[in-house]
């Protein structure tokens, strides 16, 4: 008999005394002891016709696939509009810096020069930006470089900008560490919810904050409350077409609602979305899709975004029915309850458990 220790299962107390593989840690580092094991015991192989007797041991997956057309949605939302030129203003000082609230939520500027920054619209008037007045401007699709910078980046660049001023704007927030993670805080809503359209073209809804128990051998009990959060990121369709990838994520608070930076987060983060299946995978990339495209657009942005996520219509549908997960949901629960053991690389290998409420 040999013992593999999986996730946080523990041996009885027939089985306590034997040596276990470590399945807990990794899975290719146990199979690879595994398989060594075995080797080492002249453990004889299997059959020749191994392969056809793995595939019967499975479902044929009759009932599975329709005949039923079936739209995809992805996870890219595409920018339908971009301004054709770039607007080029006069800057009063050499350090021109984009953290800056000023910047971050009133203008997408990048600079190109130590005197010049490039923009899609012009400046807000306010006197602490040190901005002189519009110099110029440049047809980005037909001139490859401007001060040895290429057009296509600035451009790219100045969209992500732009998205980030009107989600600041909006009452969401972004991440100290990540800069393309955006988060909500439970007071954006009246009732700790955000309200939308789930596929099916029915309102739901999913919660803004839930709550996470984090169980330690020999230590107390740590409440850990996780906020919804996505990431907005770049995809190329084409070299003029441009769209936005939403991913869903999390953001970790301590009940002082302290953002959580450590090492745990990771570990955190990956065992709470494991859950994360087709449904409610996509009702929270639907609930981001939302917040983006109804974010009011800052004055003269030029920014026109797509009204819905990019879709694919399929010949053939799955039946999730039959796969045992519902065509739709009217509302999204919280995450279900999940027990862990921490399975980082981090110096210390202690097991921990979570417990979603």
């Known amino acids: 008999m040999i013992p593999l220790k999986v996730d946080s299962v523990e041996l009885d107390w027939l089985t306590t005394d034997l040596t276990y593989l470590p399945f807990n840690a990794g899975w290719s580092n146990g199979w690879r002891q595994l398989l060594n094991k075995l080797e080492s015991l002249d453990t004889p192989r299997s059959l020749g016709t191994h392969s056809e007797l793995a595939a019967l041991s499975f479902d044929a997956g009759e009932g599975l696939v329709s005949d ?40 997408a500027a990048f ?51 732009t998205l ?5 704007r909006a009452g969401l927030h972004r991440h100290p560490k990540r800069d393309r993670t955006y988060y909500l805080l439970p007071a954006y809503s009246s009732d700790g919810k955000l309200h939308f359209r789930g596929r099916t073209g029915k309102n739901t809804w999913c919660k803004i904050q839930g709550q996470t128990k984090i169980v330690r051998l020999g230590k107390p009990a ?79 942005d030029g920014i026109v975004l797509g009204d ?28 279900p309850e999940v027990q862990i053991q921490d399975d980082d690389d981090d110096d210390d290998d202690e097991e921990f458990s979570v417990e979603a409420e």
């Open 222 to 300: 740590e409440q850990v409350r996780h906020l919804f959060a996505f990431d907005l990121l770049r995809w190329h369709m084409t070299r003029d077409e441009v769209a936005i990838q939403i991913r869903p994520n999390l953001v970790f608070t301590d009940t002082a609602d302290n953002l959580i930076l450590d090492e745990k987060v990771g570990s955190l983060r990956r065992r709470l979305t494991k859950s994360w299946w087709n449904d409610k995978w996509l009702n929270r990339l639907l609930a981001a899709a939302d917040l983006v495209t109804h974010a009011e657009p800052i004055p003269d």
């Open 68 to 107: 039923k057309s079936e739209s995809i949605i992805c996870n890219a939302l595409p920018i339908q509009k971009i301004p054709k030129y770039l607007s080029i203003f006069g800057l009063k000082r050499a350090s021109f810096n984009n953290a800056d609230k000023i910047i971050d939520v009133n203008w």
């Open 164 to 168: 980030r001023a009107r989600l600041l």
């Open 111 to 161: 600079q190109v020069s130590e005197s010049e920054v490039a923009a899609f619209g012009p400046p807000p008037n306010d006197p602490k930006l040190k901005i002189w007045g519009r110099k110029g401007s440049v047809e980005w699709r037909r001139q490859d470089e401007y001060e040895g910078i290429i057009t296509a980046n600035i451009v790219r660049d100045l969209i992500e900008r």
């Open 308 to 335: 819905q996520l990019l879709r694919i219509e399929a010949e053939k549908s799955l039946n999730e029915l039959a796969l045992g997960q519902e065509a739709d949901a009217d509302q999204e629960d919280d995450l």
